[in-house]
C-alpha cells in the first residue's frame, strides 16, 4: 500500500489540501494518497491516537482543531508553539507525533517570491486583524526581523494580547486610527476574513501608504481582493493570498512523501481552477 495523508478538519469538505496534494502525488508519481478526515472536535484526540493503525504517515489540520493538535502532539516545533496552534502533523519512526505550523513559512516563502525587496530597509509593517493567521503572520515578521509591527483589529483586546504574547516590536494601533497609522509603512498585510467572498468589505483608505510598499492580502477567494485592486491601481506591489495556501503545504508533503515539492505556475492555475466563488 502506497503512504496516506490526510487533512482533518470540521468541517472539511471546503479545504483545498487535497487539490494541492493530490496534483503534487500525480505529478511526482508517487503511489500515496491523500484523503478527507471529517472528525468532530470531541473525537480528535482519539482519531489522532488511531493515526498510525489507521495507514497515515500525517496529517494537516484545519479548523476547528488546530489549537487542540498541538496539545495532542507530543513534539512540536517552534513556530507551532509560538503560534499556539498547529496545521501540520507527522509520525516518526517510533510513532511519536510531531506538529508544526507552516502558515508563517508559507507566509514569508510567497512574500520572497513575489515581492523580493519587501524587506530592504524595511522599518515598519502593518498587519490588520488579530485572529489565528495574524498570530502566524506576526510571528513570520519577527522571524523576519522586521523591526516594528503595527497591528490592528476590530476587538483592541485581541490585539493587545497579541501584542503581550510577541514583545514589545508589535505595538496596537486603534482600528479606528488605521488609515492615519499606514504612513511609514512598508508593508500592510490584511489577515482579517474582510474583503472575502460572502464577507463584508474591508474599509481602509490606503492614501497614507507609503508609494512603495508593498500590500499583501492572506485572503485568497477573490484572488485579488478589492484592497488588493486599490493598491495595484496605486502602483503598489500587490501580493496574493493563494500562494501563501500553496507553500505552507510543501513541508507536510516532504515529510510524509519523502519528496520536496515545487510551487509552480501550473499547480497555481489548477488551483484557481477549484477556486469558484470561493
Ligand atoms: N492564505 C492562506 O493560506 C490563509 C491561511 C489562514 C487564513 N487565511 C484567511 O485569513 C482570514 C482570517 O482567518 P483567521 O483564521 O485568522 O480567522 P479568525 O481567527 O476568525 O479572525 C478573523 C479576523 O477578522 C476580523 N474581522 C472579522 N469580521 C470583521 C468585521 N466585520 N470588522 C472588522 N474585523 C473583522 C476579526 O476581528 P475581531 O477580532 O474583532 O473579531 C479577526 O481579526 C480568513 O479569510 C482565512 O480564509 C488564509
Not at 493598491?231 to 500562494?243: E, M, N, R, S, T
Request: overall charge negative; charged content about 20%; proline content about 6%.
Amino acid at each position: 500500500m502506497g503512504i496516506l495523508a490526510c487533512v482533518i478538519g470540521w468541517p472539511v469538505e471546503h479545504s483545498r489540501s487535497p487539490v494541492i496534494h493530490r496534483y503534487w502525488l500525480d505529478q511526482y508519481g508517487i503511489d500515496g494518497a491523500y484523503e478527507k478526515e471529517a472528525v468532530k472536535p470531541e473525537d480528535l484526540e482519539r482519531f489522532l491516537s488511531e493515526l498510525a493503525a489507521r495507514g497515515y504517515a500525517g496529517a494537516n489540520v484545519t479548523l476547528p482543531h488546530k489549537e487542540a493538535a498541538l496539545r495532542v502532539a507530543r513534539i512540536a516545533d517552534a513556530a507551532a508553539l509560538a503560534i499556539g496552534a498547529a496545521n501540520t502533523l507527522w509520525l516518526d519512526a517510533e510513532g511519536v507525533l510531531h506538529a508544526s505550523n507552516t502558515d508563517a513559512y508559507g507566509f514569508l516563502t510567497n512574500l520572497d517570491a513575489e515581492a523580493p525587496q519587501w524587506n530592504d530597509g524595511l522599518a515598519s509593517a502593518m498587519v490588520l486583524g488579530a485572529g489565528g493567521a495574524a498570530r502566524a503572520i506576526v510571528y513570520a515578521l519577527l522571524a523576519a526581523a522586521v523591526p516594528r509591527i503595527r497591528l490592528t483589529n476590530r476587538t483592541r483586546a485581541k490585539a493587545e494580547v497579541l501584542a503581550r504574547t510577541f514583545g514589545p516590536k508589535v505595538e496596537v494601533v486603534d482600528w479606528q486610527d488605521r488609515n492615519e497609522a499606514l504612513s511609514a509603512c512598508g508593508l500592510l498585510i490584511n489577515t482579517t476574513s474582510l474583503g472575502m467572498t460572502g464577507q463584508p468589505p474591508l474599509d481602509l483608505d490606503i492614501a497614507a501608504l507609503p508609494k512603495n510598499a508593498v500590500v499583501a492580502d492572506i485572503v485568497y477567494t477573490p484572488l485579488l481582493t478589492p484592497l488588493l485592486v486599490d493598491a495595484a491601481k496605486q502602483g503598489h506591489p500587490v501580493v496574493d493570498g493563494l500562494g501563501m495556501l500553496l507553500h505552507q503545504a510543501v513541508p507536510g508533503f516532504e515529510r510524509w512523501f519523502g519528496v520536496r515539492p515545487d510551487v509552480t505556475p501550473a499547480l497555481r492555475a489548477h488551483v484557481v481552477a477549484t477556486l469558484g466563488d470561493g
